[in-house]
T-cell receptor
Framework: DAKTTQPNSMESNEEEPVHLPCNHS???????IHWYRQLPSQGPEYVIH???SNVNNRMASLAIAEDRKSSTLILHRATLRDAAVYYC????????????FGGGTRLMVKP | SAVISQKPSRDICQRGTSLTIQCQVD?????MFWYRQQPGQSLTLIAT?????????ESGFVIDKFPISRPNLTFSTLTVSNMSPEDSSIYLC????????????FGPGTRLTVT
């Protein structure tokens, strides 16, 4: 399984941008990069995904390195509600929708 | 998108007993999965629930311990059999749509405590 490496935790101030890094040096050419987050006492929720190009949606932006060995999830203005564990996941294309969760990054947002 | 409900939301069970967890989706879905999340840990995939056939289990999980049913495209059950305190976890159901962007939708989870 292709693996990802994320910092265990990060802190941010409210209303400031947050950059959550993820290393995935063994990524294969057909692996999609997915980000999910898990708010306290809830199931994970989808945030964003990409293959090669940078992606934007209403929740966040995903910046993917040119060699695809790393990516960064960007929250443009962190709110207290963004405090969660953020998981960077490589979706193995041959495995259908299977997701393999790593340790994730616990984001703490300070008011 | 999909809305997923799980029953029960939580339970406290005695060792040696079994508990069946239900997962109901508000639309027909291609893929259904069961995950376990042990206290303070990340999610671990238990199995893929296949409609009309036996579930596909991940390494370390066996059908005798975690039998799974999926009678149709909107419903699945996971049974935790002959429970021990080590089975105390949150069990989550998730669903996905074949051919889509691998986005999965997760249920709220079932918090199980085994005493």
């Amino acid at each position: 399984d292709a693996k990802t490496t994320q910092p265990n935790s990060m802190e941010s101030n409210e209303e400031e941008p947050v950059h959550l890094p993820c290393n995935h040096s063994t990524i294969s050419g057909t692996d999609y990069i997915h980000w999910y987050r898990q708010l306290p006492s809830q199931g994970p929720e989808y945030v964003i995904h990409g293959l090669t190009s940078n992606v934007n949606n209403r929740m966040a932006s995903l910046a993917i390195a040119e060699d695809r060995k790393s990516s960064t999830l960007i929250l443009h203005r962190a709110t207290l509600r963004d405090a969660a564990v953020y998981y960077c996941i490589l979706a193995e294309s041959r495995a259908g929708n299977m997701l393999t969760f790593g340790g994730g990054t616990r984001l703490m947002v300070k008011p | 998108s999909a809305v997923i409900s799980q029953k029960p939301s939580r339970d406290i069970c005695q060792r040696g007993t079994s508990l069946t967890i239900q997962c109901q989706v508000d639309s027909q879905v291609t893929m259904m999965f069961w995950y376990r999340q042990q206290p303070g840990q990340s999610l671990t995939l238990i199995a893929t629930a296949n409609q009309g056939s036996e579930a596909t289990y991940e390494s370390g999980f066996v059908i005798d311990k975690f039998p799974i049913s999926r009678p149709n495209l909107t419903f699945s059950t996971l049974t935790v059999s002959n429970m021990s305190p080590e089975d105390s976890s949150i069990y989550l159901c998730s669903v996905g749509f074949w051919g889509a962007s691998y986005e999965q939708y997760f249920g709220p989870g079932t918090r199980l405590t085994v005493t």
